[in-house]
Protein backbone atom coordinates (compact mmCIF):
# COMPACT_ATOMS: atom_id res chain seq x y z
CA UNK A 1 0.00 0.00 0.00
CA UNK A 2 1.80 3.29 -0.99
CA UNK A 3 1.52 6.03 1.48
CA UNK A 4 1.47 9.55 0.11
CA UNK A 5 2.16 13.03 2.02
CA UNK A 6 -0.82 14.93 3.21
CA UNK A 7 -1.97 17.90 0.52
CA UNK A 8 -0.78 21.00 2.21
CA UNK A 9 -3.93 22.10 2.88
CA UNK A 10 -4.13 19.62 5.55
CA UNK A 11 -0.75 19.35 6.80
CA UNK A 12 1.06 20.28 9.78
CA UNK A 13 4.36 20.45 10.88
CA UNK A 14 3.20 18.17 13.95
CA UNK A 15 1.63 15.62 11.53
CA UNK A 16 3.64 12.62 10.91
CA UNK A 17 4.20 10.73 7.60
CA UNK A 18 3.28 7.44 7.82
CA UNK A 19 5.40 4.87 5.87
CA UNK A 20 3.38 2.30 3.94
CA UNK A 21 3.50 -0.44 6.49
CA UNK A 22 2.08 2.26 9.13
CA UNK A 23 -1.01 3.12 6.99
CA UNK A 24 -2.17 0.09 6.80
CA UNK A 25 -1.73 -0.85 10.64
CA UNK A 26 -2.80 2.59 11.62
CA UNK A 27 -5.44 3.31 9.40
CA UNK A 28 -6.16 1.10 6.68
CA UNK A 29 -6.55 -2.21 9.21
CA UNK A 30 -8.71 -0.18 12.08
CA UNK A 31 -11.41 1.50 9.61
CA UNK A 32 -11.79 -2.09 7.88
CA UNK A 33 -12.43 -3.74 10.46
CA UNK A 34 -15.21 -1.46 11.26
CA UNK A 35 -17.11 -1.46 7.61
CA UNK A 36 -16.44 -5.56 8.34
CA UNK A 37 -18.81 -5.57 11.13
CA UNK A 38 -20.90 -3.24 9.90
CA UNK A 39 -21.33 -5.13 6.32
CA UNK A 40 -21.55 -8.36 8.79
CA UNK A 41 -24.96 -6.49 10.84
CA UNK A 42 -26.10 -4.72 7.12
CA UNK A 43 -26.34 -8.41 5.47
CA UNK A 44 -27.04 -10.75 8.94
CA UNK A 45 -31.21 -10.82 8.33
CA UNK A 46 -30.53 -12.89 5.61
CA UNK A 47 -29.84 -15.55 7.52
CA UNK A 48 -31.64 -14.80 10.47
CA UNK A 49 -34.48 -14.30 8.30
CA UNK A 50 -36.53 -17.80 9.00
CA UNK A 51 -35.44 -16.98 12.86
CA UNK A 52 -37.31 -13.38 12.93
CA UNK A 53 -40.31 -14.54 11.09
CA UNK A 54 -40.94 -17.74 13.18
CA UNK A 55 -40.78 -15.30 16.77
CA UNK A 56 -42.94 -12.40 15.29
CA UNK A 57 -44.95 -13.95 12.49
CA UNK A 58 -43.92 -11.42 10.50
CA UNK A 59 -45.45 -10.44 6.81
CA UNK A 60 -42.80 -9.85 3.93
CA UNK A 61 -43.63 -6.46 4.10
CA UNK A 62 -42.61 -6.45 7.80
CA UNK A 63 -39.79 -8.45 7.44
CA UNK A 64 -38.50 -5.79 4.67
CA UNK A 65 -39.01 -2.84 6.71
CA UNK A 66 -37.31 -4.64 9.94
CA UNK A 67 -34.55 -5.27 7.71
CA UNK A 68 -34.64 -1.81 6.03
CA UNK A 69 -34.75 0.43 8.59
CA UNK A 70 -30.78 0.02 9.20
CA UNK A 71 -30.77 1.85 5.85
CA UNK A 72 -33.06 4.33 6.77
CA UNK A 73 -31.42 5.06 9.81
CA UNK A 74 -27.86 5.05 7.79
CA UNK A 75 -29.61 7.26 5.20
CA UNK A 76 -30.47 9.71 7.74
CA UNK A 77 -26.73 10.21 9.65
CA UNK A 78 -24.95 11.09 6.47
CA UNK A 79 -24.97 14.09 6.52
CA UNK A 80 -24.05 15.18 10.36
CA UNK A 81 -21.29 12.30 9.69
CA UNK A 82 -19.80 13.93 6.49
CA UNK A 83 -19.97 17.36 8.65
CA UNK A 84 -18.08 15.77 11.66
CA UNK A 85 -15.56 13.63 9.55
CA UNK A 86 -14.60 16.99 7.85
CA UNK A 87 -14.32 19.24 11.37
CA UNK A 88 -12.79 16.62 13.96
CA UNK A 89 -11.34 14.01 11.68
CA UNK A 90 -12.06 10.19 11.73
CA UNK A 91 -10.86 8.70 14.43
CA UNK A 92 -13.39 10.76 16.79
CA UNK A 93 -16.28 10.77 14.69
CA UNK A 94 -15.83 6.33 14.65
CA UNK A 95 -15.35 6.34 18.48
CA UNK A 96 -18.72 8.18 18.73
CA UNK A 97 -20.48 5.88 15.91
CA UNK A 98 -19.17 2.62 16.88
CA UNK A 99 -20.23 2.97 20.65
CA UNK A 100 -23.72 3.66 19.85
CA UNK A 101 -23.58 0.66 16.99
CA UNK A 102 -23.45 -1.71 19.88
CA UNK A 103 -26.04 0.05 22.01
CA UNK A 104 -28.02 -0.82 19.45
CA UNK A 105 -26.63 -4.32 18.89
CA UNK A 106 -27.64 -4.65 22.94
CA UNK A 107 -30.94 -3.21 22.40
CA UNK A 108 -31.82 -5.93 19.70
CA UNK A 109 -30.09 -8.67 21.63
CA UNK A 110 -33.02 -7.70 24.48
CA UNK A 111 -35.72 -6.72 21.67
CA UNK A 112 -39.24 -8.68 22.62
CA UNK A 113 -41.44 -7.14 19.60
CA UNK A 114 -41.69 -5.48 16.35
CA UNK A 115 -41.04 -2.08 17.01
CA UNK A 116 -38.23 -2.76 19.96
CA UNK A 117 -36.37 -4.17 16.86
CA UNK A 118 -37.26 -2.21 14.53
CA UNK A 119 -35.74 0.85 17.40
CA UNK A 120 -33.14 -1.52 17.36
CA UNK A 121 -31.95 -1.81 13.92
CA UNK A 122 -32.46 2.23 13.60
CA UNK A 123 -30.02 2.62 16.59
CA UNK A 124 -27.46 0.38 15.03
CA UNK A 125 -27.82 1.52 11.79
CA UNK A 126 -27.53 5.29 13.17
CA UNK A 127 -24.16 4.57 14.49
CA UNK A 128 -22.55 2.28 11.41
CA UNK A 129 -23.60 5.13 9.28
CA UNK A 130 -19.78 6.17 9.19
CA UNK A 131 -17.98 3.34 9.12
CA UNK A 132 -16.93 3.46 5.40
CA UNK A 133 -17.24 6.92 4.78
CA UNK A 134 -14.71 7.48 7.69
CA UNK A 135 -12.64 4.67 6.03
CA UNK A 136 -12.86 6.63 2.84
CA UNK A 137 -11.63 10.09 4.55
CA UNK A 138 -9.36 8.42 6.48
CA UNK A 139 -7.11 6.40 3.80
CA UNK A 140 -7.77 9.31 1.32
CA UNK A 141 -5.64 11.63 4.11
CA UNK A 142 -3.23 9.05 3.57
CA UNK A 143 -3.04 7.64 0.30
CA UNK A 144 -1.87 8.81 -3.18
CA UNK A 145 -5.03 9.74 -5.32
CA UNK A 146 -4.15 7.27 -8.03
CA UNK A 147 -3.99 4.66 -5.89
CA UNK A 148 -7.40 5.01 -4.49
CA UNK A 149 -9.26 3.04 -6.62
CA UNK A 150 -7.50 -0.30 -5.69
CA UNK A 151 -7.51 0.68 -1.64
CA UNK A 152 -11.24 1.02 -2.16
CA UNK A 153 -12.03 -1.95 -3.35
CA UNK A 154 -9.94 -3.59 -0.92
CA UNK A 155 -12.30 -1.69 1.39
CA UNK A 156 -15.38 -3.08 -0.30
CA UNK A 157 -13.60 -6.37 -0.37
CA UNK A 158 -13.39 -6.32 3.20
CA UNK A 159 -17.13 -5.51 3.76
CA UNK A 160 -17.56 -8.48 1.17
CA UNK A 161 -15.92 -10.81 3.47
CA UNK A 162 -18.26 -9.34 6.54
CA UNK A 163 -21.15 -9.77 4.05
CA UNK A 164 -19.98 -13.72 3.87
CA UNK A 165 -19.08 -13.86 7.77
CA UNK A 166 -23.06 -13.27 7.65
CA UNK A 167 -23.79 -16.57 6.23
CA UNK A 168 -22.25 -19.96 7.28
CA UNK A 169 -20.40 -18.40 9.90
CA UNK A 170 -23.63 -17.01 11.60
CA UNK A 171 -25.28 -20.32 10.65
CA UNK A 172 -22.68 -22.26 12.45
CA UNK A 173 -22.53 -19.88 15.23
CA UNK A 174 -26.44 -20.26 15.67
CA UNK A 175 -25.74 -24.18 16.23
CA UNK A 176 -23.91 -22.60 20.02
CA UNK A 177 -26.29 -19.85 20.67
CA UNK A 178 -29.20 -18.23 19.75
CA UNK A 179 -29.85 -14.80 17.42
CA UNK A 180 -30.17 -12.70 20.68
CA UNK A 181 -26.82 -14.12 22.13
CA UNK A 182 -25.05 -13.47 18.69
CA UNK A 183 -26.10 -9.91 18.39
CA UNK A 184 -24.38 -9.39 22.38
CA UNK A 185 -21.05 -10.91 21.15
CA UNK A 186 -21.40 -8.29 18.03
CA UNK A 187 -22.13 -5.48 20.11
CA UNK A 188 -18.85 -6.76 22.34
CA UNK A 189 -17.27 -6.48 18.88
CA UNK A 190 -18.55 -3.20 17.38
CA UNK A 191 -17.43 -1.12 20.90
CA UNK A 192 -14.07 -3.25 20.85
CA UNK A 193 -13.36 -2.14 17.29
CA UNK A 194 -14.02 1.48 18.19
CA UNK A 195 -11.23 1.14 20.75
CA UNK A 196 -9.06 0.44 18.47
CA UNK A 197 -9.62 2.78 16.36
CA UNK A 198 -8.78 5.32 19.14
CA UNK A 199 -5.87 4.02 19.98
CA UNK A 200 -4.45 3.37 16.57
CA UNK A 201 -5.42 6.12 14.22
CA UNK A 202 -2.91 9.02 14.42
CA UNK A 203 -4.07 11.93 16.89
CA UNK A 204 -3.32 14.52 14.79
CA UNK A 205 -5.92 15.06 11.54
CA UNK A 206 -4.72 17.75 10.89
CA UNK A 207 -7.22 21.35 10.67
CA UNK A 208 -10.45 21.05 10.69
CA UNK A 209 -12.03 21.58 7.34
CA UNK A 210 -14.18 24.96 7.68
CA UNK A 211 -16.50 24.98 4.29
CA UNK A 212 -18.63 27.35 5.79
CA UNK A 213 -22.81 26.38 6.62
CA UNK A 214 -23.81 23.00 5.28
CA UNK A 215 -25.91 23.70 1.89
CA UNK A 216 -23.46 26.12 0.14
CA UNK A 217 -21.48 23.02 0.83
CA UNK A 218 -23.26 20.34 -0.47
CA UNK A 219 -23.77 23.02 -3.33
CA UNK A 220 -20.27 22.46 -4.45
CA UNK A 221 -20.31 18.67 -4.23
CA UNK A 222 -23.46 18.69 -6.79
CA UNK A 223 -22.07 20.99 -8.92
CA UNK A 224 -19.11 18.91 -9.61
CA UNK A 225 -19.91 17.30 -13.01
CA UNK A 226 -18.18 14.30 -12.18
CA UNK A 227 -20.58 14.06 -9.10
CA UNK A 228 -23.51 14.04 -11.31
CA UNK A 229 -22.20 12.15 -13.83
CA UNK A 230 -21.57 9.29 -11.55
CA UNK A 231 -25.12 9.59 -9.45
CA UNK A 232 -27.06 9.81 -12.42
CA UNK A 233 -25.55 6.17 -13.89
CA UNK A 234 -24.40 3.97 -10.47
CA UNK A 235 -26.85 5.45 -7.88
CA UNK A 236 -29.78 3.40 -8.92
CA UNK A 237 -27.69 0.06 -9.32
CA UNK A 238 -25.88 0.57 -5.99
CA UNK A 239 -29.41 0.77 -4.00
CA UNK A 240 -30.20 -2.27 -5.83
CA UNK A 241 -27.46 -4.31 -5.23
CA UNK A 242 -27.33 -2.94 -1.43
CA UNK A 243 -31.40 -3.22 -0.60
CA UNK A 244 -31.50 -7.24 -2.41
CA UNK A 245 -28.34 -8.42 -1.43
CA UNK A 246 -29.19 -7.65 2.03
CA UNK A 247 -32.27 -9.56 2.40
CA UNK A 248 -34.29 -10.55 -0.48
CA UNK A 249 -31.59 -12.89 -2.55
CA UNK A 250 -31.79 -15.33 0.92
CA UNK A 251 -35.28 -15.25 0.15
CA UNK A 252 -35.32 -15.90 -3.34
CA UNK A 253 -33.41 -18.90 -2.87
CA UNK A 254 -35.61 -20.07 -0.17
CA UNK A 255 -39.01 -19.25 -2.11
CA UNK A 256 -38.71 -19.68 -5.83
CA UNK A 257 -35.33 -22.53 -6.19
CA UNK A 258 -36.77 -24.61 -2.96
CA UNK A 259 -33.58 -24.22 -0.96
CA UNK A 260 -32.97 -25.51 2.81
CA UNK A 261 -32.29 -23.19 5.35
CA UNK A 262 -28.40 -24.69 5.65
CA UNK A 263 -28.14 -24.51 1.57
CA UNK A 264 -29.52 -20.48 1.13
CA UNK A 265 -26.92 -19.98 3.91
CA UNK A 266 -24.35 -21.91 2.03
CA UNK A 267 -25.31 -20.02 -1.51
CA UNK A 268 -25.01 -16.78 0.34
CA UNK A 269 -21.63 -17.25 1.63
CA UNK A 270 -20.60 -17.89 -1.89
CA UNK A 271 -22.37 -14.82 -3.25
CA UNK A 272 -20.89 -12.39 -0.33
CA UNK A 273 -17.37 -14.41 -0.69
CA UNK A 274 -17.67 -13.24 -4.89
CA UNK A 275 -17.65 -10.21 -3.31
CA UNK A 276 -14.62 -9.98 -2.29
CA UNK A 277 -13.09 -10.56 -5.86
CA UNK A 278 -15.48 -8.16 -7.27
CA UNK A 279 -13.94 -5.41 -5.83
CA UNK A 280 -10.26 -6.32 -5.90
CA UNK A 281 -10.85 -7.22 -9.36
CA UNK A 282 -12.99 -3.86 -9.85
CA UNK A 283 -10.37 -1.74 -8.37
CA UNK A 284 -7.75 -3.44 -10.75
CA UNK A 285 -9.54 -3.02 -14.02
CA UNK A 286 -10.26 0.64 -13.30
CA UNK A 287 -6.58 1.05 -12.83
CA UNK A 288 -5.65 -1.09 -15.51
CA UNK A 289 -8.27 1.06 -18.13
CA UNK A 290 -7.27 4.13 -16.61
CA UNK A 291 -3.20 3.56 -17.58
CA UNK A 292 -5.04 3.34 -21.35
CA UNK A 293 -6.90 6.10 -20.91
CA UNK A 294 -10.55 4.46 -20.42
CA UNK A 295 -12.13 6.80 -17.70
CA UNK A 296 -13.47 4.62 -14.61
CA UNK A 297 -16.77 5.99 -15.92
CA UNK A 298 -17.06 4.00 -18.74
CA UNK A 299 -16.01 0.64 -17.33
CA UNK A 300 -18.91 1.78 -14.24
CA UNK A 301 -21.14 1.96 -17.31
CA UNK A 302 -19.86 -1.75 -19.15
CA UNK A 303 -20.31 -3.35 -15.70
CA UNK A 304 -23.66 -1.94 -14.49
CA UNK A 305 -25.22 -3.44 -18.20
CA UNK A 306 -23.82 -6.60 -17.08
CA UNK A 307 -25.69 -6.14 -13.58
CA UNK A 308 -29.03 -5.46 -15.63
CA UNK A 309 -28.49 -8.49 -17.53
CA UNK A 310 -28.35 -10.43 -14.35
CA UNK A 311 -31.34 -9.22 -13.21
CA UNK A 312 -33.11 -9.45 -16.41
CA UNK A 313 -32.26 -13.35 -16.14
CA UNK A 314 -33.88 -13.14 -12.98
CA UNK A 315 -37.36 -12.02 -14.61
CA UNK A 316 -37.49 -15.01 -17.02
CA UNK A 317 -36.46 -17.74 -14.89
CA UNK A 318 -33.35 -18.48 -16.66
CA UNK A 319 -31.41 -21.41 -16.51
CA UNK A 320 -29.23 -23.52 -16.24
CA UNK A 321 -28.87 -22.79 -12.37
CA UNK A 322 -30.77 -20.21 -9.83
CA UNK A 323 -27.24 -21.12 -7.96
CA UNK A 324 -25.10 -18.83 -10.94
CA UNK A 325 -27.69 -16.16 -10.75
CA UNK A 326 -27.48 -15.70 -7.37
CA UNK A 327 -23.70 -15.36 -7.05
CA UNK A 328 -23.31 -13.32 -10.39
CA UNK A 329 -25.77 -10.68 -8.87
CA UNK A 330 -23.52 -9.99 -5.55
CA UNK A 331 -20.36 -10.35 -7.80
CA UNK A 332 -20.57 -8.06 -10.77
CA UNK A 333 -23.14 -5.88 -8.47
CA UNK A 334 -19.52 -4.83 -6.84
CA UNK A 335 -19.10 -2.54 -9.95
CA UNK A 336 -21.19 -0.14 -8.31
CA UNK A 337 -18.79 0.35 -5.46
CA UNK A 338 -16.61 2.98 -8.06
CA UNK A 339 -18.30 5.59 -7.54
CA UNK A 340 -16.73 6.05 -4.32
CA UNK A 341 -13.48 6.62 -5.86
CA UNK A 342 -15.07 8.64 -8.61
CA UNK A 343 -15.98 10.90 -6.39
CA UNK A 344 -12.58 11.12 -4.10
CA UNK A 345 -10.66 11.43 -7.06
CA UNK A 346 -12.77 14.24 -8.32
CA UNK A 347 -13.12 16.44 -5.00
CA UNK A 348 -11.60 18.72 -2.85
CA UNK A 349 -9.60 16.88 0.04
CA UNK A 350 -11.03 18.52 2.40
CA UNK A 351 -14.54 18.02 1.04
CA UNK A 352 -14.14 14.24 0.56
CA UNK A 353 -16.12 13.67 3.90
CA UNK A 354 -18.94 15.44 3.21
CA UNK A 355 -18.98 14.42 -0.25
CA UNK A 356 -18.80 10.90 0.28
CA UNK A 357 -21.49 11.08 2.97
CA UNK A 358 -24.09 12.85 0.48
CA UNK A 359 -23.55 10.39 -1.94
CA UNK A 360 -23.80 7.87 0.94
CA UNK A 361 -27.18 9.24 1.85
CA UNK A 362 -28.43 9.19 -1.64
CA UNK A 363 -27.54 5.20 -1.85
CA UNK A 364 -29.19 4.22 1.39
CA UNK A 365 -32.02 6.06 1.03
CA UNK A 366 -31.96 4.13 -2.66
CA UNK A 367 -31.49 0.68 -0.64
CA UNK A 368 -34.31 1.30 2.04
CA UNK A 369 -36.86 1.91 -0.38
CA UNK A 370 -35.84 -0.82 -3.04
CA UNK A 371 -35.56 -3.31 0.69
CA UNK A 372 -39.10 -2.27 1.24
CA UNK A 373 -40.69 -1.88 -1.89
CA UNK A 374 -39.43 -5.14 -3.12
CA UNK A 375 -40.85 -6.29 -0.30
CA UNK A 376 -44.40 -4.47 -0.44
CA UNK A 377 -44.57 -5.96 -4.23
CA UNK A 378 -44.01 -10.06 -3.30
CA UNK A 379 -46.34 -9.31 -0.68
CA UNK A 380 -48.65 -8.56 -3.49
CA UNK A 381 -49.16 -12.30 -4.09
CA UNK A 382 -50.55 -14.43 -1.41
CA UNK A 383 -47.84 -16.81 0.04
CA UNK A 384 -48.29 -20.83 0.83
CA UNK A 385 -49.08 -22.40 4.17
CA UNK A 386 -45.33 -22.26 4.73
CA UNK A 387 -44.86 -18.43 4.00
CA UNK A 388 -43.25 -18.85 0.50
CA UNK A 389 -44.12 -16.42 -1.95
CA UNK A 390 -44.88 -17.33 -5.68
CA UNK A 391 -42.12 -17.02 -8.31
CA UNK A 392 -44.10 -15.06 -9.93
CA UNK A 393 -44.19 -12.03 -7.39
CA UNK A 394 -40.23 -12.19 -7.31
CA UNK A 395 -40.46 -11.55 -11.15
CA UNK A 396 -42.14 -8.73 -11.11
CA UNK A 397 -40.31 -7.18 -8.34
CA UNK A 398 -36.85 -7.89 -10.47
CA UNK A 399 -38.71 -6.47 -13.87
CA UNK A 400 -39.63 -3.42 -12.00
CA UNK A 401 -35.97 -3.14 -11.00
CA UNK A 402 -34.74 -3.44 -14.33
CA UNK A 403 -36.91 -0.90 -15.31
CA UNK A 404 -36.33 2.23 -13.53
CA UNK A 405 -32.55 1.31 -14.21
CA UNK A 406 -32.27 1.72 -17.52
CA UNK A 407 -33.00 5.25 -17.72
CA UNK A 408 -29.78 5.64 -16.08
CA UNK A 409 -27.83 4.29 -19.16
CA UNK A 410 -29.90 5.71 -21.63
CA UNK A 411 -28.29 9.38 -20.16
CA UNK A 412 -24.88 7.69 -20.28
CA UNK A 413 -25.19 6.80 -23.53
CA UNK A 414 -26.82 9.92 -24.86
CA UNK A 415 -23.78 11.95 -22.90
CA UNK A 416 -20.79 9.93 -24.36
CA UNK A 417 -22.16 10.24 -27.90
CA UNK A 418 -22.37 13.89 -27.54
CA UNK A 419 -18.74 14.01 -25.68
CA UNK A 420 -17.58 11.80 -28.83
CA UNK A 421 -19.56 14.30 -31.87
CA UNK A 422 -17.97 17.13 -30.37
CA UNK A 423 -14.53 16.71 -31.11
CA UNK A 424 -15.92 15.74 -34.50
CA UNK A 425 -17.51 19.00 -35.11
CA UNK A 426 -13.89 20.82 -34.04
CA UNK A 427 -12.50 18.90 -36.20
Sequence with gaps: MQAATPAPALAA??????????VFFYVFLPFALGHYLSSLLRNVNAVLASHLVGALALTPGELGLLTSAFFFAFALVQLPVGIALDRHGPRRVQLTMLLLASFGALLFARGEGFMQLLLARAVMGCGLGGCFMAAVKAVSTWIAPNRLP????????????GAASATMPVRAALEYTD?????MLLAALVACTGLLIALLYPKSDGPAANRGPLLPALREVWRAPAFRSVVSLVLIPHAVFFGIQGLWIGRWLSDVAGYSEDAVAYMLYLGMAAVVFGAIAVGMITEWAGRRGMPPLDVAAAGITFFVLVQAAFVVGYRPSFQVLSVLFTLVGTITGIEYAIVAQAMPRELTGRAATFLNLLIFIGA??????????????PSDLLGHAPAQAYRAGFALLVLIQLPGLWLFARRRKRVAVLPARGA
Design 179 to 183: WRGLF
Design 368 to 381: FLVQAGFGLVVGLW
Design 13 to 22: PSMPRLSGVA
Design 150 to 161: SVHGYLIAVGGM
